[in-house]
């Protein structure tokens, strides 16, 4: 029982990367804008964020670090592609192109440092319960935050007046533009946000789960939380649920691995990016649904007057 316990928490740990990355991925299809630069921006997030707790010893300045670095390079992106049309597919792979270089040349220095380990923040009364203690609530604060933004999300795409607008503009921003909004300001507070998402996202891996620097920390995991966000069918209680159930199958690699299952570690290692290609390839067979809940503007380019 105890095992299965720490299957859960290691598991739920593991999926908030891919949950944060995924809710700012999620933000930014919801406006319209499909950003294929998450990779790029958790990368030079994480290495701005590693850094910034390397120097000052405070996770809080490294987490605020790694949101502005992500929100900044997902401007630059929001710019090209909002305001100067360029393609969203071929700017986004340039911006994770970017930020692999980028962070990699930065990162020179830090290689070989690293952060003590993060202690789990047990809450009072609930970690002491039998099973569900240690599985639920021992966790990284940043845990418990992916959960409380994900509910702050879907609060505010289905209660307030802003989220609905934000919603049609992913739609249709034609009638928004008609009414006198800004649509194109609007989709790039939204990319920004998505972007400090992102850059919480790349921030956890280096100082959370595994608090150090290499090249390429991330390992893909922006392109598993892009293809979350079509797992979850633009919704962000399941792309909450997805994420721990991608980081399920992560930790399962892991602790196959570890107790010396007969089968090749590489194989093991591919276990995630397998999960994710199957998961797509089951979705796509119904091309209608994903087209029901997909924003119907999403990649287009809007241009005001045109």
């Known amino acids: ?35 294929l630069g998450a990779e790029g921006m958790m990368l030079v997030a994480a290495v701005a964020g590693f850094g910034t707790a390397l120097a000052t010893g405070s996770d809080t300045l490294g987490f605020m670090a790694a949101a502005a670095a992500g929100a900044a390079l997902a401007s630059v992106f929001g710019l090209l592609v909002i305001f100067l049309n360029t393609n969203q597919y071929a700017t986004g792979l340039a911006l994770s ?3 692999y270089g980028f962070s ?13 380990p993060r202690e789990q ?3 009072p009364v609930l970690s002491d319960l039998p099973f569900v203690g240690p599985a639920l609530f021992s966790h990284h604060p940043m845990v418990y935050g992916a959960m409380a933004l994900t509910a702050l999300i879907a609060w505010f795409f289905y209660r307030t007046r802003g989220g609905l607008l934000l919603r049609a503009i992913g739609e249709n921003p034609e009638p928004a533009h008609a009414l006198g909004y800004p649509v194109r300001a609007i989709r790039l507070a939204a990319v920004c946000a998505g972007g400090a998402l992102c850059g919480l996202g790349g921030a956890y891996i280096a100082l959370v789960t595994a608090p150090l620097w290499v090249e390429g920390l991330t390992a893909g995991r922006g392109w598993i939380a892009l293809a979350l966000t079509v797992f979850a069918t633009w919704r962000p209680a399941r792309v909450l649920l997805g994420a721990y159930l991608f980081g399920g199958v992560t930790v399962l690699q892991l602790n196959l691995q570890a107790q010396g299952v007969a089968v090749s570690s590489h194989l093991l290692t591919m276990l995630p990016y397998i999960a994710t290609i199957v998961v797509l ?8 649904f994903i087209r029901l809940n ?10 005001p007057g045109s």
């Open 104 to 116: 990699a040349f930065v990162g020179v220095a830090l290689v070989g440092k690293s952060l003590s």
């Open 281 to 288: 390839a089951l979705i796509s067979r119904n091309a209608a």
């Open 294 to 303: 997909m924003p119907a503007s999403l990649g287009k380019p809007f241009r």
């Open 97 to 99: 192109l970017f930020g």
């Open 1 to 35: 029982m105890n095992e299965i316990a720490l299957l859960i928490n290691t598991a739920l740990a593991s999926g908030t990367t891919l949950a944060l990355v995924a809710l700012g991925l999620l933000i930014n299809e919801r406006a319209g804008v499909l950003n």
């Open 121 to 123: 923040v047990a809450i």
